[in-house]
């Protein structure tokens, strides 16, 4: 694919707020959607207070605020700054806005071939702890499938497809790579991402996506016949394994936050701008 970039990107986070309209926008990453009940109270308390008074999901399964207050051309007040870091969901400066990873929702809690919660947590561990991943694109993706299809759809710079309980493919850009143990997922895919950067150059017109490469990443593999055909959106309504809520297009207020999160002590943010309240007793 060739693409030519004139400029680096410019995807919102708390530290690199986007000037909207109404005021800053800012965007918080969670890893493969989940989001304890604390913290998310804790976010529409801060939207109550300084925003717009609701909690907006957006198509990669992160949380954003509106309409924050911002000083110096564009950078969030301190205090603002400040009440973001105590909800728990800014847990790394350097690396805030790479920490994109997306993962099946109903992932350990119903179906799938393999449980890739602790791949996408380790994962996450792996590029909070590479100072060199920092300088990855914000608009990078990894997507991981745990088997059902419900993410093979799903555009990503690198990713991964459960096969089994043990064994997965890699997609890499577009293309597909090595079978490997999920057990070494995490650390193939982290190193996969430390070669993009090391072959995509520097400054403006860098690359931001592994198509965007002039020469293939890994070697291509052929997809494995134990791949699952893509399926549908995990629907709205009961499912097993808990209750998938859609967000209203806008957000969440603080009493639904409220009403929420008082059914799970975690939830999960779908890629399908819904919500998943997992059953009474699971544990995300």
Known sequence: M???????????????????EDGLLVRLRLIGGRVSA??????????????????????RANLQLRALPGVDGGWLTD????ALEATGLLPNRSHELVRNVMVSPL????????????????????????????????????????????????????G??????????????????EVIPLASAASRLARLAETFLSVRGDGPTAPWHVVELADPLASVRVPDP?????????????????????????????GTVTALTARADTLVVTP???ILIPDEGRHV
Do not use: Y
């Open 107 to 158: 992932s350990g809690l119903s179906g799938g071939r393999s449980d890739l919660r602790l791949v996408a947590t380790e994962l996450d561990g792996l590029l909070c702890a590479s100072p060199a991943l920092a300088g990855l694109p914000a608009r990078f993706l990894f997507v991981l499938d745990d088997g059902r299809g419900d993410l093979l759809d799903r555009s990503c710079d690198l």
């Open 272 to 274: 399908w701008r819904g």
């Open 160 to 177: 991964l497809v459960a096969l089994d309980g043990l064994l997965g493919q890699l997609r890499v850009g577009d293309a597909w790579g």
């Open 79 to 82: 205090d603002v700054l400040a």
């Open 2 to 20: 060739t693409i030519i970039r004139d400029r680096r990107d410019r995807c919102p986070g708390a530290l690199r707020p986007w000037p909207a």
């Open 226 to 254: 134990r791949l699952p055909a893509p399926t549908a959106a995990v629907p709205f309504g009961v499912v097993p394994g808990g209750e998938h809520l859609r967000v209203p297009e806008a957000g969440l207020d603080l």
């Open 38 to 59: 604390r913290s998310l109270r804790s976010l529409a308390e801060v939207s109550e207070r300084f925003g717009d008074g609701h909690v907006h999901v957006t198509s």
